[in-house]
């Protein structure tokens, strides 16, 4: 499974329409519903399945912390589990891998500062996993170091990225890190 922690953090434009809800693409329809929790600016969200993107996802509707025109807000999304994210590495096949686009807002203008890290599982080794190619504006190498658990971290930021635009990120290490059932194999169909 994968945990996703979304910071957002919303600029409105003067005589733009209230902010109101915001649909997130999730990475598919395995996710469960009673794991995610939202808030803007520290005032509770509430989760719908009232998406209205393309693709798998949840609505948050802001309620009181609706962002008005011209203001800013900062939502913030935890999704507790999504299962079934971990692939065969298609270079390897004793390695697993996580390819993962963070959500994009097709109606952003401007850029923003995208940050993306990955933890990947306990008790992988510094010489063991592999990052995929970056997306054009980032690095060609994330930044890597170990987060306070001591696992590996990959991290890629861009300053300069378009909220509007899908950026793709991976990595891959030995499948041994994870149950078996954990990498989704594709079935074969006679």
């Known amino acids: 499974t994968v945990s996703l922690d979304y910071l957002l953090t919303f600029q409105n434009d003067p005589g733009a329409h209230v902010i109101d809800f915001v649909d997130l693409g999730l990475p598919n329809d395995t996710f469960n519903f009673d794991g995610i929790s939202a808030d803007v600016d520290g005032r509770l969200a509430q989760i719908s399945t009232d998406f209205q993107g393309s693709g798998s996802g949840v609505a948050v509707a802001l309620g009181a912390g609706a962002i008005q025109p011209g203001q800013s807000g900062t939502v913030h999304v935890n999704i507790a589990q999504v299962r079934s994210v971990l692939y065969p590495d298609s270079s390897d096949d004793q390695y697993a891998s996580a390819v993962f686009a963070p ?87 006679q």
């Open 103 to 189: 959500a994009q807002f097709t109606n952003a203008v401007g850029s923003t500062n995208l940050t993306v890290v990955f933890h990947l599982p306990p008790g992988v080794k510094p010489e063991e996993p592999r990052w995929h190619g970056a997306p054009d504006g980032f690095p060609s190498e994330p930044t890597t170091g170990l987060d306070a658990d001591g696992r590996i971290v990959y991290q890629w930021r861009n300053p300069q990225a378009r909220g509007d635009t899908q950026y793709v990120f991976g990595a891959s290490f030995p499948s041994t890190y994870v149950q078996l059932e954990a990498v989704v194999r594709p079935s074969v169909t």
